[in-house]
């Protein structure tokens, strides 16, 4: 067996720790579960002052949606590796378990909280921002759950990369809007379609690019991990 | 397995930013050796070590860690570090710590195994306590139990006595002579009290 190269078992054992470690680390410290939720629930209230009673037309409303959801993400994602670096802990892990371990127990735990993150913001998107109205909610959910992945996926591989920056905080959001555009202009469009009343199958376009923007990323993050990680 | 063990270094250099931290660096041990890293401060002890751990890459050559039989093993399993710019998880306890240093490694924990261990370096009585909550030497120590968990063929030290009291540096030199019996040890010190215990060296001033 090649170096590096764990048992399929002890490798899920060792993303499942991965995994359980930031889980508790989060649940004793809510750090970036606090900072993405004040997060969403500033920026929405802002959103709502600034509207005031005029409202606003449904597509900005759809495209506001997912800045508030993007901006989140870039808020709080990154933590995952940049916790790991100012504790001085990336060493640890690095000894102990195999990169592909810690990638994807992370895109794991990223999954988690975006997907919690994103469900409390659109909860609260949907009650207060009037004007914005779900005609296709099959579309909108699928919409909401492909997007959290690929926001998930991508938003882990570029908190590896920039945790070691010392410019970190404004890297990351300079960094992954390039990467992340295919993946939002979709699921604006998909979103817009949703708030038409369009068919389902109207949308399947836009799920067959976020399906493939989730397998490329995904692929090709977990083969370049090992070397961001190393070095 | 840990009889064949064994640790050759080839020809490594290392450079950051383009300076070159030590270069032509070579070494061969066999289990039951032990080696000693030598060298001033900045001299690249420390990045020897990480070399050696499988953690860093050479600019130039190579560690090959081959567990027998001519097999490359793997670094995860076959290592054990304690340093002290190696951090454990402050926010868990020692315990905490080490189920984690075995889950990360794959393998089931042993929580007999890691009290017991956490008993001998001196912690019996803090085993569910936040290591945040610990001196520096407390926390030395549970590195040590980190290190030891999964009886790893190959053990590297990095400043072994750091932070330790008097029966800290027993505890470091009894865990440095069962290590002898057990694989490989590799120390990277200036602290050359016991230099005469040690078979093979690299002196890093000489690779510059």
């Not at chain 1, 899920?12 to 680390?25: A, E, G, I, P, Y």
């Amino acid at each position: 067996m090649p170096p590096g190269k764990a048992p399929a078992g002890a490798l899920l054992r060792s993303v499942r720790t991965v995994f359980l470690k930031d889980w508790r680390s989060e649940l004793r410290t809510r750090y970036a579960v606090s900072a993405l939720l004040m997060f969403v629930v500033t920026t929405i209230a802002i959103i709502l002052f600034s509207l005031g009673s005029e409202g606003a037309s449904s597509d900005a409303l759809d495209g506001m949606l997912w800045v508030v959801i993007f901006f989140a993400a870039m808020s709080g994602l990154s933590r995952t590796f940049v916790m790991e670096e100012e504790r001085g802990t990336t060493l640890t892990l690095q000894l102990a378990a195999p990169p592909a371990a810690v990638f994807f127990g992370k895109l794991l735990f990223n999954l988690v909280l975006v997907t919690g993150i994103n469900a409390v913001t659109v909860l609260l998107y949907a009650l207060f921002i009037n004007g914005f109205v779900i005609r296709t909610v099959s579309i909108f959910a699928v919409t909401v759950a492909l997007g959290s992945i690929a926001l998930a996926a991508a938003s882990t591989i570029i908190a590896a990369i920039i945790a070691r920056a010392n410019t970190r905080g404004t890297l990351y959001p300079v960094l992954s809007f390039p990467i992340m555009l295919p993946l939002l202009l979709s699921v604006i469009e998909a979103t817009r379609k949703a708030s038409e009343g369009a068919f389902f199958a109207e949308a399947g376009g836009e799920f067959q690019l976020l399906i493939s923007y989730i397998v490329v990323v995904v692929v090709s993050s977990s083969m370049l991990f090992e070397y961001i990680w190393k070095d | 397995m840990s009889g064949r063990v064994r640790l050759d270094g080839r020809e490594l250099r290392r450079e950051f930013d383009r300076r070159t931290v030590f270069r032509d660096v070579a070494f061969s041990v066999a289990a039951g050796e032990t080696l000693l890293v030598t060298g001033r401060n900045g001299s690249g002890k420390s990045t020897l070590v990480r070399i050696i751990c499988g953690v860093l890459t050479p600019s130039a050559g190579s560690v090959a860690l081959e567990s027998g039989a001519g097999r490359a093993a793997d670094p995860h399993m076959y290592a054990g570090l304690v340093a002290p710019y190696l951090q454990m998880f402050e926010e868990f306890s020692p315990m905490e710590n080490l189920g984690l240093g075995a889950g990360l490694r794959g393998m089931p924990f042993d929580a007999r195994r890691a009290a017991g261990l956490l008993e001998r370096v001196g912690l019996s009585g803090r085993l569910h306590d936040p290591v945040r909550t610990f001196s520096s030497g407390m926390k030395q120590r549970v590195k040590y139990a980190f290190a030891l968990l999964h009886d790893p063929p190959l053990l590297v030290l990095d400043e072994p006595t750091a932070n330790l009291d008097e029966e800290g540096i027993a505890l470091a030199r009894s865990v440095m002579a069962e290590q002898r019996q057990r694989g490989i040890l590799v120390v990277a010190t200036n602290d050359l009290a016991d230099a005469a215990a040690y078979e093979r060296s690299v002196d890093l001033d000489a690779s510059r």
